[in-house]
């Protein structure tokens, strides 16, 4: 896609003034009006885009990888001429887990005539308190990392993150397969855990698992022993999405809890197996589609992904434990794709006008070779990942390194 670049005049003052004061409002906006290749304006020179999350305290590493990964996709799309001609630009706040700061974030880029997309708060308990106004102000948002939660109510609010349904649905259908037979819950006793937590009761049960328990953390807590130690005779423990997950981890590498530890796409950060260490050898997670490191060659990658990874890799390296040596990109795709979708979205409507914006993407189609996390992007009540996206992966220890495996590929 290219841009045109405005047309460059030479001239007298005395004709410059006179061609200025005869020109239309839009011609005088020049640069304003630059067409992309798709053959619409959008009416402005730069198009903001909002990104709400913690970039700094106790989980800044997921704040940061959601900023580089909406970066490399800004830079990607800019080069390809941006969205209507116009340049996107990208505005950080950070929450640093504080939701007042996540609310005021939310109120700033909402009242930003500026601001086409925003992208967070970050955690499904931020995210509900800035839902409203988001909605009320008609401001296009797109959530990587809102695990719970319906948008199906939602209008101009879509996840671009596995929902826990869908994980849990993927986890269970596993332990089944395995012949666990019970399965508990050690999570905050927060919006996410509760709903975690309830999602887990309902669909074990109904798959003829017992429920084992939930047992509620808080964020003082210096050790998980003693949730793990009430949890012992279950089959399996699934573990929180955030920081407390790998806490966890390290309370069954103690405790030398014999079941599964299963988690949602969180269990991928390799922070979790820094504090477990190999008893973190076997443990299973259900994700969107997730690769890295993996123990086969880069050749097999969906191509959107590789290329999205590799400049990653190129501009801010990747995440090595310094216990374990496990690795991870500074990257968190399903970011980037809400930058994709937009924009794809805002070329089929040939506007940023918000209430076109979302009805484009409600029919959007994106495949996954195409976008920057791999998975397929077909937006249905809001939601832009279905139950084939989601996988079951478990990380390993070998000779060469930790990798993950993906189970039943």
């Known amino acids: 896609m290219t841009v045109s670049r405005g047309r460059k005049f030479v001239a007298l003052a005395g004709a410059a003034l006179l061609l200025t ?14 067409t992309s290749a798709a053959g619409w304006s959008a009416g402005k020179p730069v198009v903001k885009v909002g990104l709400i999350g913690p970039v700094t305290g106790a989980l800044a590493v997921a704040g ?10 800004i830079d ?21 887990l504080d939701p007042a700061k996540a609310v005021q974030a939310a109120n700033e880029f909402a009242g930003d005539d500026g601001v086409g997309l925003i992208i967070g708060p970050a955690l499904s308990a931020f995210y509900n308190a800035a839902k409203p106004i988001l909605e009320n102000n008609k401001k296009v948002n797109c959530q990587p990392m809102v695990a719970t939660g319906d948008f199906s109510t939602a209008k101009y609010g879509y996840r671009a993150q596995d929902p826990v349904s869908l994980d849990v649905q993927k986890i269970i259908e596993h332990l089944k397969t395995e012949g666990v037979s019970s399965i508990g819950i050690v999570y905050e006793g927060d ?15 109904a798959a003829g698992l017992t429920f084992a328990g939930f047992e509620q953390t808080r964020t003082d807590d210096q050790s998980h022993r003693a949730y793990v130690e009430n949890l012992a005779d279950a089959g399996a423990i699934w573990i929180s999405n955030s920081a407390g997950g790998a806490k966890t981890m390290a309370a069954a590498n103690e405790t030398k809890y014999k079941g599964l530890i299963v988690g949602g796409s969180g269990a991928r950060n390799i922070s979790f197996v820094e504090a477990a260490g190999d008893a973190a050898d076997g443990a299973i997670f259900s994700a969107t589609y997730y690769p890295y490191p993996g123990a ?29 040596g496990a690795e991870s990109p500074k990257a968190a795709e399903i970011a980037a794709d809400c930058v994709l979708a937009y924009v794809k979205a805002a070329d089929q409507a040939k506007s940023i006008e ?20 791999g998975n397929s992007i077909s937006p249905d009540k809001h939601e832009f990942f279905a139950l084939d996206d989601i996988h079951v992966y478990q990380w390993k220890k070998s000779a060469d390194g930790w990798h993950t495996v993906e189970i039943g590929k």
């Open 21 to 34: 004061a005869c020109a239309s409002k839009e011609e005088r906006a020049g640069v304003d009006q630059a």
């Open 76 to 96: 990607r799309l800019n080069a390809a001429g941006g969205v209507g001609g116009a340049k996107l630009e990208l505005v950080v706040r950070d929450t640093a």
């Open 296 to 324: 086969e060659s880069r050749d097999t990658w969906k191509p959107g992904y590789r290329k999205h990874i590799e400049e990653i890799e190129k501009q801010f390296g990747k995440n090595t434990g310094p216990k374990t």
């Open 354 to 373: 918000p209430d076109k914006v979302v009805t484009a993407l409600d029919s959007i189609e994106i495949s996954d070779q195409e976008t920057p996390s």
């Open 64 to 73: 940061i990888s959601m900023e580089n990964s909406v970066k490399v996709e």
């Open 191 to 205: 919006d996410a855990g509760k709903n975690t937590a309830a999602e887990i009761q309902k669909q074990a049960e």
